[in-house]
């Protein structure tokens, strides 16, 4: 099957100029998505999906080097949509001639050399999913072409057969068609896709599916530091609500929290990350004040856009209710965190500040030790582990079963290899006496394979923030952990470490079996990684 990409590409820019073709403000699009959601008590818009989660199955790359097209696995579902590809073709580029379609164009990032310009043709055939390309403006900065690039283009179909709903990436020349889902973060991935594999391929940066903060702490030498934290991990594990949390550090000590990304950064080799957007799309479900404060009053805000939350007769908002979906979800932005935002949506170089700490974020609910201090090569192992478990914005099939994404990002374009032993080398380029690396467990201890009946322990936001505080301040003690060979706390002020000992909960025997399971299960999820590089590789 030969597909020529040129040819399909040029045809969607000739497509920008069709008569059927109209180029609404953000305003008009505001008002006329208005007309088909509801306003809540906050003043706030709230809007209903009939697709509830990304398409992720029906996700598949078309690209002329193989190296790319094997990339991915190909499915039967995907398969099949490969086989129909070129028909699929003619028929979109057909229905632009014909549909109702707006246009507009916005850019990612506010950096001095990678700004894509982001050009979107989106078919309102269904009046009602012009919600889609307003939430998406909502995110982004204003288009700026006089920014260096490069450009993306999206063609986003909702009104699509639903049979043959696919989303088709072209990233060898920027292209992504997305047909038959309304759910907004095809269109937000989708871009964000298309710009990491530019950001890699044309810079040599990483994209990372990772937040963003500084943070500036009072250590135990009394003296204040700045760090900048990069938070990696999936939907629903964490990452943004840890990217958007304060940490419990004192304001009246001269400490604080200025908040910069929750979803993308590009990490380049001077430690800095140039960020992409000025909105955060947040998971709603359980959000309440006392363990998100930020998150939960941003969303309470006029401002705020939520989709798929219920909100009842009266306008009353309810994230603690799961009825609709557990992938609710929401757009809070950036200029609305005060006090807490940053200046800019990038992180300074590494020689500008005190240190730069990776986080990664997983979601377990055995054996895990709830906080891990890493060396480099397990750093990047534990970036092509990617653990977690499977949410209801992937996969709602397989929410709550184990999973592994490299980089918890399931976006990458190109061979994952490339990516770890390109994080490696970016890793080893930086100072290691200013870098530190970890892996943080935000799920529970104890409750899968209890064999002594206490109850398991969920692991509190609070935990979490108390041990990252002291990682900071330079307070924590650490001792070795004998089985994944890595570090874990013996003492952290202002926190308990008794709920995460595994006695506890499991005879020896049942935790060493545990344990062992794990270990076994990663080695031989990197034996599919054939080009690692073999400190990597030793590291699991």
């Not at 916005?106 to 043709?121: A, W």
């Amino acid at each position: 099957m030969e597909i020529n990409q040129r040819e399909i590409l040029e045809e969607v820019k000739r497509a920008f100029g069709y008569p059927n073709v109209r180029t609404p403000s953000v305003e008009e699009m505001k008002e006329e998505a208005a007309k088909h959601g509801v306003i809540t008590e906050d003043g706030s818009l709230a809007f209903y999906t009939s697709v509830r989660n990304r398409s992720a199955k029906l996700t598949y790359i078309y690209a002329d080097d193989p190296k790319l097209m094997n990339s991915i696995e190909w499915t039967p579902e995907r398969k099949k949509l490969l086989q129909q590809l070129p028909q699929t073709l003619r028929l979109v580029l057909d229905y632009l001639k014909k549909a109702p379609l707006i246009q507009h164009h916005r850019n990612m990032g506010q950096n001095p050399d990678f700004n894509p310009h982001m050009h979107l043709l989106f078919s309102v055939g269904r009046r009602d999913t012009i919600r889609v390309p307003y939430m998406w403006t909502q995110s982004l900065p204003d288009y700026n072409p006089e920014v260096p690039g490069p450009d993306l283009y999206m063609v986003y179909i909702p009104e699509w057969q639903e049979k043959d709903r696919q989303i088709i990436v072209f990233p060898e020349v920027n292209l992504t068609f997305v047909l038959g889902t309304d759910y907004y973060g095809e269109i937000k991935k989708g871009f964000l896709r298309m710009a990491m594999y530019r950001a890699k391929v044309d810079k040599g940066y990483l994209g990372l599916h990772a937040g963003a903060k500084l943070v500036r702490v009072k250590a135990k030498d009394g003296k204040l530091k700045t760090y900048s934290i990069l938070l990696f991990g999936l939907s629903g594990t964490g990452k943004t609500t840890h990217s958007v949390h304060p940490w419990g550090l004192k304001k009246e000590e001269g400490e604080r929290v200025w908040i910069v990304q929750d979803d993308f950064v590009a990490l380049r080799p001077d430690g800095s990350a140039y960020g992409t957007e000025i909105g955060f799309f947040i998971k709603t479900d359980g959000l309440e004040p006392e363990s998100q404060p930020l998150i939960y009053s941003s969303a309470r805000k006029p401002s705020a856009l939520l989709e798929n939350v219920l909100v009842d007769w009266k306008g009353r908002v309810y994230f603690q209710d799961l009825t609709l979906t557990g992938n609710g979800r929401g757009i809070i932005q950036w200029k609305d965190l005060g006090e807490w935002k940053s200046e800019t949506i990038n992180l300074p170089p590494l020689s500008e500040i005190d240190g730069l700490v990776f986080l990664f974020i997983t979601r377990r609910s055995d054996i895990l030790p709830m906080i891990q201090k890493l060396t480099p090569a397990q750093a990047a192992a534990t970036f092509m582990l990617g653990e977690s478990i499977e949410t209801s914005a992937g996969d709602p099939t397989r929410a709550g079963q184990s999973v592994r994404v490299v980089g918890t990002n399931p976006f990458i374009v190109g061979p994952e290899e490339e990516e770890g032993n390109l994080f490696y080398q970016l890793l080893l380029g930086l100072p290691q006496d200013k870098v530190q690396s970890y892996l943080m467990n935000t799920g529970t201890i104890g409750e899968r394979g209890n064999d002594k009946g206490t109850k398991p322990y969920k692991i509190k936001i609070r935990d979490n923030a108390a041990v990252i505080r002291g990682i900071l301040k330079g307070t924590v003690e650490w001792e070795k952990e004998p089985h994944f060979n890595t570090l874990i706390p013996s003492y952290v002020p202002d926190l308990d470490l008794s709920p995460f000992d595994l006695s506890h909960y499991y005879t020896e025997a049942t935790a060493e079996k545990l344990i062992q399971e794990l270990i076994s299960e990663r080695k031989e999820y990197m034996k599919k990684f054939s080009g690692l590089h073999p400190d990597i590789m030793g590291a699991v």
